[in-house]
């Protein structure tokens, strides 16, 4: 994982000419230890009135043991729990961020996430609107959010990412990771596994749309992922080094994130697949399945589409001359850069090699082993790119094409 420094000095030197934001984490600890070295973390800065924010079962497993800390340190403290809802999911929505905000008292110093995704949206986006500093504490390995800006939150139904701040630190006990179930660490895997397609769809919005594309960005969000793949094996035993391995990654590529100031190295087409299911569970009353597991299949079958439909079309220079232009088509900037485009498709991995490492993980790899029907599949790569405004090769196709082979 990259120092904090060194990243620092690095983006001081990037030559892609956009906004680099600073980073405001101070600190990073994974070990052991991480836990009595977060209340030391805070008595050194003279944090007097902490909240930590958790669910029940994160406070079981390490809030708990956090706020006795904190009580024989004699240091005020407060817990404040979101309750799950009436299917008993915990879901970073208005009812929650309200819960959160009430909880956390006005002279509050600083909040301290403990958990996982979840909490960690629903800290983020509450001490930022109270003006509150906040600390992350993961209590599994299972998304790569814990350290960046973005809040993924559910308003009205509709889930949107919104800015909001990074951890001022991050403290992750290695105990606490390695006994996290199998289907969260599967889950982190996922998650990562999916930059093969977030970073292939920003590095095509950046060419045919022009969005602004950031190589030390990209890079942190590559070395991240193929330290991943490269070390599956360990990752599976979920043994110390493999676990470190894992959370290593889903930080820096947090850190990616945070560097730019947005999700785009790590958020793309599977992503928008993930988001729509996620609120078509919420509109059915369905118990949401976990992010990065939605991703891990949701990246193959964005692959598939990639790697098959899409490659053959911008290959062939006359089928895209014959396409329907569009208003405000970006379909002449397609067939200018169509070299680069395709050097892109043809980098990406077939979704059979997802799904076999996946599989190492015992890891989820089907639609159908997540609740997904059919139906929802093909709605999804129909109208999942209406969620979010980047122009994603999923985007793209839906605006020319729209035809999809799943069944």
């Known amino acids: 994982m990259i120092a904090l420094n060194e990243l ?4 001081k030197v990037c030559t892609c000419g956009n906004q680099h934001y600073e980073i405001t ?6 070990s052991h230890e991480a836990l009595k070295q977060a209340v030391s973390y805070t008595i050194d800065q003279s944090f007097q009135n902490i909240a930590i924010i958790a669910d029940q079962t994160t406070f079981k497993v390490a809030g708990e043991r956090l706020a006795n ?15 799950a809802n009436e299917i008993n999911d915990v879901i970073a929505d208005e009812v929650s961020l309200i819960e959160a905000m009430l909880g956390i008292s006005q002279n509050t110093d600083v909040v301290i996430a403990v958990g996982s995704g979840t909490i960690h949206d629903i800290a983020r986006f509450a001490s930022f609107k109270m003006g509150k500093p ?4 993961p209590t599994a390995p299972s998304v790569d959010g814990f350290n960046s800006m973005g809040a993924p939150v559910v308003i009205k139904g509709v889930k949107t990412t919104y800015q909001m701040q990074s951890p001022i630190a991050l403290f992750a006990d290695i105990s606490i990771l390695q006994e996290a179930p199998k289907e969260m660490i599967a889950a982190g895997f996922g998650d990562m596994i999916g930059k093969y397609t977030s970073l292939a769809d920003w590095k095509f919005s950046h060419l045919i749309a022009g969005e602004s594309y950031c190589p030390l960005s990209a890079q942190l969000t590559e070395e991240a992922l193929e330290e991943c793949v490269k070390q599956v094996d360990k990752i599976s035993e979920a ?27 790590a958020s793309g087409g599977e992503h928008h697949l993930s988001h729509y299911w996620e609120m078509e569970f919420l509109k059915q009353g369905k118990a949401q399945v976990l992010h990065g597991a939605k991703v891990g299949v949701s990246a193959q079958l964005i692959l598939d589409l990639y790697k098959k439909e899409v490659l053959q079309l911008v290959s062939s220079t006359k089928r895209l001359e014959e396409l329907d232009v569009n208003t405000e088509d970006k379909l002449d900037n397609v067939i200018a850069r169509q070299k680069e485009v395709v ?21 989820i790899v089907r639609p159908t082993e997540l609740g997904i029907s059919t139906e929802l599949v093909r709605n999804s790569l129909h109208e ?24």
């Open 343 to 363: 050097e892109v498709l043809n980098s990406l991995p077939d979704a059979s090699i997802l799904a076999n490492l996946l599989q190492k993980l015992e890891g």
């Open 239 to 265: 043994d110390e080094e493999g676990i470190k391995i894992l959370i290593e990654a889903l930080i820096q590529s947090g850190m990616a994130m945070l560097l730019v100031g947005h999700s785009s190295p």
């Open 8 to 11: 620092s000095n690095l983006s």
């Open 25 to 30: 984490i101070d600190k990073i600890v994974i």
């Open 384 to 407: 999942a790119h209406l969620l979010r405004n980047r122009y994603t090769m999923l985007k793209f196709w839906n605006e020319h094409v729209g035809i999809h082979q799943y069944a």
């Open 69 to 83: 800390l904190y009580k024989e340190a004699n240091v005020n403290h407060e817990v404040v729990i979101i309750e």
């Open 134 to 137: 906040f600390i992350s504490v």
